[in-house]
T-cell receptor, first 116, second 114 residues
Framework: AQKVTQAQTEISVVEKEDVTLDCVYETRDTTYYLFWYKQPPSGELVFLIRRNSFDEQNEISGRYSWNFQKSTSSFNFTITASQVVDSAVYFC?????????????FGGGTRLMVKP | KAGVTQTPRYLIKTRGQQVTLSCSPISGHRSVSWYQQTPGQGLQFLFEYFSETQRNKGNFPGRFSGRQFSNSRSEMNVSTLELGDSALYLCASSPRGPSGNTIYFGEGSWLTVV
């Protein structure tokens, strides 16, 4: 079975600070996908990124960046120069690439509060 | 392009009743999944449908059921509601099988059981 752990349940920062959200996963499969989602108070899970287990290149998208390290089974998410609008719950998730469907295993989420 | 649409957004039911939630996936998407989100259990997978067939099922009692129609729209049903069924129910769609696709979520249906 798969497992995703987000050890930080809540993080509070002041606007313009950089913040890193940690994600550690467990799976015996060698091919899988990792995701990050943002959940604002409205409830919708907003897709941020999908990463193939074969692609360990870090990715940057504006103020967002992701660091994928298979050696430590981690897929961490950094927000640079945080803004109040970044306040939300962030989820890391994993799905296997085994032709068996699109079932996500989620971590417990990290609530990020960005204060002005 | 319209996103995943869920109806109703909010509803209140009484213990013992049943409820049906609806989901319209993104146009062209054939896989629809359902998740339950509660403060205590987090986000848990309910089931996935692809081409009108249930492909995967999570660890939920038989009171939770679903179906998918030929136009890929999906419904989930919870019978004999219990207080613990109060949750945010999220529907997700993805373009195609078999796996590894980007998965997009709707805004969810907030169910309160009293």
């Amino acid at each position: 079975a798969q497992k995703v752990t987000q050890a930080q349940t809540e993080i509070s920062v002041v606007e313009k600070e950089d913040v890193t959200l940690d994600c550690v996963y467990e799976t015996r499969d060698t091919t899988y996908y990792l995701f990050w989602y943002k959940q604002p108070p409205s409830g919708e899970l907003v897709f941020l990124i999908r990463r193939n287990s074969f692609d360990e290149q870090n990715e940057i998208s504006g103020r967002y960046s992701w660091n994928f390290q298979k050696s430590t089974s981690s897929f961490n998410f950094t927000i640079t120069a945080s803004q109040v609008v970044d306040s939300a719950v962030y989820f890391c998730a994993l799905t296997l690439n085994n032709n068996a469907g699109n079932m996500l295993t989620f971590g417990g989420g990290t609530r990020l509060m960005v204060k002005p | 392009k319209a996103g995943v649409t869920q109806t109703p957004r909010y509803l209140i039911k009484t213990r013992g009743q049943q409820v049906t939630l609806s989901c319209s996936p993104i146009s062209g998407h054939r896989s629809v999944s359902w998740y339950q989100q509660t403060p205590g259990q987090g986000l848990q997978f309910l089931f996935e449908y692809f081409s009108e067939t249930q492909r995967n099922k999570g660890n939920f009692p038989g009171r939770f059921s679903g179906r998918q129609f030929s136009n890929s729209r999906s419904e989930m049903n919870v019978s004999t509601l219990e207080l613990g069924d109060s949750a945010l129910y999220l529907c997700a769609s993805s373009p195609r099988g078999p796996s590894g696709n980007t998965i997009y979520f709707g805004e969810g249906s907030w169910l309160t059981v009293v």
